[in-house]
């Protein structure tokens, strides 16, 4: 199933996105759905093409867990040991963006790069201190994201928050998939100026975590609780590297979807 939120002619909702993606979204429908997906879905029975609304994020959590260094050749590529245990950061909630929203360079800095990255969404009742079996029951889904880094104050600051955490730094979408196994799926991220001319810049596949996601799920609810709605990002592979004014940036998750976001300067 793929959950989405959406804005409409009436207002904002969640739904469920109906038909067979392949063929684009001229394809696709989504029924409106009354409330809050994390319970027994009921239908308003009101629906649209997907063409006729706009999709949001796919969730607004009150925190997204970050987990850094987890796939061995990104931590190379920056000369870094892969880590004992996993490396936990932040973004704020404001950082988050939906699809077709623009990340927004700021003026502080002259590296920006994309991170392409399997997002987890957590869902009812949240994971407190849980093992890796119910760690596995409290996702609700998944979905993609960029985990969009100042990588020049990345490196200046000694410490990830302000690198990390501008508005606009964390594009999710296009929708929360609750039925996908992701032990081993393809993550891709392309970058260009029009979408015949997209330059494939990272290429890997969720296997090679160093941490899978029950582990990591576990982990981060010993460290802090999970609520539920909340989003934990598993990590980039390698091939990270600079966006510019212009750009488009589509991460694409084998099995969930795909989120293209462009690139401006903060205006």
Request: some cysteine.
């Amino acid at each position: 199933m793929r959950i989405a939120r959406f804005a409409h002619a009436k207002g904002m909702s969640f739904g469920v996105v109906e038909g067979e993606a392949e063929g684009g979204p001229q394809g696709l429908t989504i029924a409106e759905i009354e409330g809050h997906p994390f319970g027994q879905l009921q239908f308003s029975g009101a629906r649209w093409a997907l063409p006729d609304v706009r999709l949001l994020s796919p969730i607004l959590p009150s925190k997204v867990v970050c987990v850094g260094r987890n796939y061995a050749e990104h931590a190379a590529e920056h000369g870094s040991e892969v880590p004992t245990e996993p490396l936990l950061f932040l973004k704020p909630s404001t950082s988050v963006i939906g699809p077709r929203d623009a990340i927004r360079l700021p003026v502080f800095s002259r590296q920006v790069e994309h991170e392409a990255e399997l997002a987890v969404v957590i869902g009812a009742p949240g994971a407190r201190r849980v093992d890796r079996a119910t760690a596995a029951r409290a996702i609700f889904g998944y979905t993609c994201a960029n985990d969009v880094t100042a990588r020049d104050l990345q490196r200046s600051d000694g410490q990830w928050t302000r690198a990390k955490g501008f508005d606009s730094f964390c594009p999710l979408g296009p929708w929360i998939t609750t039925d996908v196994d992701v032990t081993d799926l393809e993550v891709r991220c392309e970058v260009g100026r029009n979408p015949d001319e997209m330059e494939v810049r990272q290429l890997g596949r969720t296997k090679d975590m160093v941490f899978d996601v029950p582990a990591l799920v576990s982990y981060i609810s010993h460290v802090m609780t999970l609520l539920p709605g909340d989003v934990v990002l598993t990590g980039t592979p390698a091939g990270v590297s600079p966006l510019t004014d212009g750009d488009t940036v589509t991460v694409r998750i084998e099995g969930i979807g795909e989120l293209t976001n462009s690139v401006v300067p903060v205006g």
